[in-house]
């Protein structure tokens, strides 16, 4: 990829032709100061400094050929993505849509996954969507009224863990920790484990449109509520306390890392391009 660099350091250049004797404008001004019979008027000369503004939005520094590489920000990709899903979860369950999120699963290995969530009254969807071949991969459904516990913090890593994270998130508790295997919660591909942890998505400033449906603080504002009133409209949830909101670090019991390190930082759990492999 080409990389525009600093112009400083730069000097302009005055281009004349052969056989030119007029002399040019630069020429004109440095004979002029150079005339002390020059009335003072004459030897002031305005110079106004250059101002460049930015028009991205809305961060100055997005680079948009970087944010072409996830299919997802391509023309249509996301408006197919909620149409099909939309179909799907109406034709399936009978369910309405009230909110639709682009976010960024981070399972209990630190592995990213890009994630789309759907909230209705009763469920929390959750789904793996292709934008290359425009699908749904898979759809995993969660009722509102089995959680019981959300946490909103910074992450936080064992001591001596070797890939770390920064940032914050938001954690989904809807199955007892103490009931989980140690097999589901050493095993990476493990599709058991009794929680989701979500972070914004990193085509957030893309755009307008993207920064609303990426927005983590969005999400948490329209699930915490739909929890709250599928508790109260469910009888014998089992969870008496209701839905409890913490603030507090969010664990992710990773050591070495290796996997989420190689993964994390190639974007693997994305739909990217990738650039074209062959001879």
């Known amino acids: 990829m080409s990389t525009i660099g600093s112009f400083e350091g730069f000097q302009p250049v005055s ?39 930015s028009t991205l939005y809305p961060n100055p520094y997005h680079r948009p050929f970087a944010s072409r590489k ?8 996301i408006e197919t993505a909620m149409e099909d899903l939309k179909g799907h979860i109406a034709k399936t369950s009978g369910e309405t849509i009230q909110g639709f999120w682009l ?27 292709d934008f290359i071949m425009l699908s749904c991969v898979q759809l995993q459904r969660i009722p509102l009224s089995s959680v019981y516990r959300i946490c909103l913090g910074k992450f936080a890593f064992p001591g001596i863990s070797l890939d770390k994270r920064q940032g914050e998130g938001l954690r989904i508790y809807w199955g007892s920790l ?16 009794p929680y989701a942890t979500f972070t914004e998505h990193p085509m957030k400033y893309t755009s307008e449109k993207f920064l609303e449906i990426c927005k983590l603080s969005g999400f948490t504002s329209k699930i915490v509520p739909a929890i709250q009133n599928a508790h109260k ?47």
């Not at 996830?70 to 990709?77: D, L, N, W």
């Not at 103490?178 to 484990?193: A, K, M």
């Not at 670090?249 to 989420?260: K, V």
């Not at 190639?266 to 074209?276: E, T, V």
């Open 15 to 53: 281009l004349k032709q052969e056989g030119d004797d007029q002399p040019s404008e630069t020429d004109q001004l440095s004979m002029e100061e150079g005339d002390p019979g020059k009335d003072s008027e004459t030897r002031q000369i305005s110079r106004q400094p250059s101002v460049t503004e």
């Open 70 to 77: 996830y299919f997802v920000t391509r023309p249509g990709a």
């Open 178 to 193: 103490e009931q989980q295997s140690l097999f589901s919660r050493w095993n990476p591909w493990s599709t058991e484990v």
């Open 103 to 129: 976010l960024t699963e981070i399972d209990h290995w630190n592995n990213e996954k890009e994630r789309i969530l759907l909230v209705t009254d009763k469920t929390l969807w959750i789904c793996k969507y």
């Open 233 to 279: 409209n469910s009888a014998g949830s089992g969870r008496g306390k209701g839905l409890m909101v913490l603030t507090e670090p969010i664990l992710i019991e990773t050591y070495t890392g290796l996997m989420s390190f190689i993964g994390n930082r190639n974007k693997l759990g994305y739909s990217l391009a990738r650039g074209s492999i062959g001879f």
